[in-house]
């Protein structure tokens, strides 16, 4: 399984950016996927993720409202729009892709790092 970032840069606070990630068919059909984010000094978090096979997302409370997490099945892709960035957006961000199905995981409500068991090599992103 390979997983494949790409969008990452360097953008002023209150811009947007938007990040990909690429993955096979087979890779996501009826997972959870989702975008973590690991800022110097600090653990790997939880940013939003999505059921695959229902399409429903969940968010972290600090970017709720700013950043929108969908999967484009034409192009096999994950995506994450990041609008109204702040400087606290700043970390690497990874793409994952959870180890067991979505209904073996509470239909991807809560998902942790200990639920994902491939990552992609990430992509920084940096607000200024």
């Known amino acids: 399984v390979q997983l494949v970032e790409s969008g990452g840069g360097s953008v002023q606070a209150g811009g947007s950016l938007t990040l990909s990630c690429a993955a096979s068919k087979l890779t996501y059909s009826g997972f959870c996927m989702g975008w973590f984010r690991q800022a110097p000094g600090k653990e790997r978090e939880a940013v939003a993720h999505?059921?695959?096979?229902?399409?429903?997302?969940y968010y972290a409370d600090s970017v709720k409202g700013r950043f929108t997490i969908s999967q484009d099945r034409a192009a096999d892709t994950l995506n994450l729009q990041m609008n109204s960035v702040k400087p606290e957006d700043t970390a690497m961000y990874y793409c994952?892709?959870?180890?067991?199905?979505?209904?073996?995981?509470?239909?991807?409500?809560?998902?942790?790092?200990?639920?994902?068991?491939?990552w992609g090599q990430g992509t920084q992103v940096t607000v200024s």
């Open positions: 999505i059921n695959t096979r229902t399409g429903s997302a």
């Open positions: 994952a892709l959870s180890s067991r199905p979505a209904s073996a995981l509470g239909e991807c409500v809560e998902l942790t790092r200990d639920d994902i068991k491939f």
